[in-house]
């Protein structure tokens, strides 16, 4: 006797795999010698030109050449169709903020008929970045996009990634999609005209991965935070290098590129960082908030789970070394702090479940915080702080 069929089987479970491929290229000047890599990736289609539209971040056009020199480039090069003058739009976390910069995206998509085989081509920082890719991932399903990042940040940790979003409800990231970019170039020459701060603030993610991943990368930071502070470009290119394999890597080969199950390792640190930033109306900086965030979860790390104090030492000495923040006053009171437990464990879709640490490269999940500890926590950070500023 037959053992099923299609038309009585009242249920079905299909497993199946979507292939992607995710293309990583890295650049000294990708406006100049450096263009053909840039075209390599802009496949034409059997009917015609590659159709691309370049948007780019306002204060990073207004500051070099290199948007424009792209753009006059894309519009000279033999099978590119650049379908518009670059389209503007602002930075910071302020364009995640409200649906503008999507809006603006998605009329430029529908007014120059780009399709699923168009090119959106994202010249920015992370928010920046996240704002268009977002509205490039639900045009059409999906238009192809190349993020060119020019933060630190965005270089070594969310232009990798497979995550956009705005924020939503004063919530961070709480509407996006997960969507394999077509493209990144890491280009050095990008990073030129970044202001210091925002500079130093990016290698708060090369700290946290290496954390999670790797005690030599973790020592090896330790050991040249001055030196890409000081913004050493040989020293500050490895770091960043090494920071966006980590998390390619993650991505790549971690089994969970689309954050389906409970854990989320690369989001150590991140429970405070999302909620430190709106409850400081977005005036610290993304990299900055997770900077303390990465500190309070290491000295919890400490009470709760026998991470080594002196590790924990090290971690605040680096930070502070990369000149990245150790203490804000929105910390207190720690009931506010503590109700982003909440958002993010609606943010993970289930119970919540924190990436802690056991020891440099060791981590462990928890589904549970103690409040007084994590009080400790902050409390043994402030003097930390404190400790380390009287030193210097």
Not at 45 to 74: C, N, T
Not at 144 to 160: E, F, H, K, N
Not at 191 to 213: H, I, W
Not at 326 to 342: F, Q, T
């Amino acid at each position: 006797m037959p053992q099923g069929n299609a038309a009585t089987d009242s249920s079905l479970d299909v497993p199946f795999a979507v292939p992607f491929v995710h293309r990583l290229r890295t650049t000294e000047q990708i406006a100049g010698a450096d263009f053909p890599t840039l075209l390599e990736l802009l496949k034409q289609d059997s009917f015609g030109d590659a159709k691309v539209l370049l948007v780019a971040e306002r204060p990073v056009a207004e500051a070099a050449d290199h948007v424009a020199d792209l753009a006059e480039r894309l519009t000279e090069s033999a099978g590119v169709n650049l379908v518009s003058d670059v389209v503007l739009v602002e930075g910071g976390e302020a364009v995640k903020n409200d649906s503008v910069c999507v809006e603006q995206i998605l009329a430029a998509i529908n007014a120059h008929d780009l399709d699923r085989r168009s090119y959106v081509i994202a010249i920015g920082g992370g928010a920046m970045l996240d704002a268009v890719g977002y509205a490039a991932a639900i045009a059409h399903r999906g238009i192809r996009l190349i993020r060119l990042p020019t933060t630190t940040l965005a270089q070594g940790d969310s232009g990798v990634g497979v995550k956009n979003a705005i924020n939503y409800f004063g919530k961070k990231n709480w509407v996006g999609t997960f969507s394999v970019p077509w493209a990144v170039i890491n280009d050095a020459s990008l990073l030129k005209t970044l202001p210091d701060r925002d500079f130093c603030s990016g290698f708060s993610e090369s700290v946290k991965v290496a954390l999670l991943k790797s005690r030599t990368e973790f020592d090896w930071l330790c050991d040249h935070a001055d030196q890409i502070r000081a913004r050493d470009m040989t020293v500050a290119s490895a770091a960043i290098a090494t920071s966006c394999k980590l998390h390619l890597r993650h991505i790549t080969e971690g089994g969970d590129p689309f954050e389906m199950l409970e854990a989320r390792p690369l989001d150590f640190g991140h429970w405070s960082a999302h909620k430190l930033e709106p409850i400081t109306d977005f005036d610290i900086r993304h990299g900055e908030a997770v900077a303390i965030g990465v500190a309070i979860d290491c000295f919890y790390s400490h009470l709760k789970l026998g991470f080594a104090i002196e590790d924990v030492h090290r971690v605040c000495e680096c930070l502070h070394t990369l000149g990245l923040p150790l203490w804000h006053e929105a910390l207190s009171p720690l009931d506010r702090l503590l109700d982003g437990l909440e958002e993010f464990r609606q943010h993970l879709g289930g119970r919540l479940t924190i990436t802690m640490l056991q020891g440099v490269g060791e981590s462990i999940d928890v589904h549970e915080i103690d409040s007084a500890a994590m009080a400790k926590a902050i409390e043994m950070l402030r003097a930390e702080g404190d400790r380390i500023a009287g030193k210097r």
